[in-house]
Nanobody, 116 residues
Framework: QVRPVESGGGLVQPGGSLTLSCEVS????????IGWYWQPPGKQRERVAF???????SYADSVKGRFTISRDNAKNTVYLRMNSLKLEDTGVYYC??????????WGQGTQVTVSS
């Protein structure tokens, strides 16, 4: 089964930045809705950003003004730029792709650790 692949996670100090990438073969992301989800240790997964197939974008209140979701059609990749990272942003970040054919495709996730 085709699954998205997330990358770009790592260890960063508070106030730092990271850019996560989500790639998936065989699916044109231009026509898909893509969400970025955050799952802190021991807690449920929450959506932090979403971009629809029409380009409509939404963010969770906790990340507004700090995170930016974008799509590069030429590279068939969706990004999550994370600025001003806080300790509480720590967790696994997942990409969820919703293709026009329906369903949800989840990646394995990428770990983001914010620590001094």
């Amino acid at each position: 089964q085709v699954r998205p692949v997330e990358s770009g996670g790592g260890l960063v100090q508070p106030g730092g930045s990271l850019t996560l990438s989500c790639e998936v073969s065989s699916i044109d992301l231009r026509f898909s809705g893509i969400g970025w989800y955050w799952q802190p240790p021991g807690k449920q997964r929450e959506r932090v950003a979403f971009i629809s197939s029409l380009g409509t974008i939404s963010y969770a209140d906790s990340v507004k003004g700090r995170f930016t979701i974008s799509r590069d059609n030429a590279k068939n990749t969706v990004y999550l730029r994370m600025n001003s990272l806080k300790l509480e942003d720590t967790g696994v970040y997942y990409c969820d792709v919703r293709p026009p054919s329906g369903g949800d495709l989840w990646g394995q996730g990428t770990q983001v650790t914010v620590s001094s």
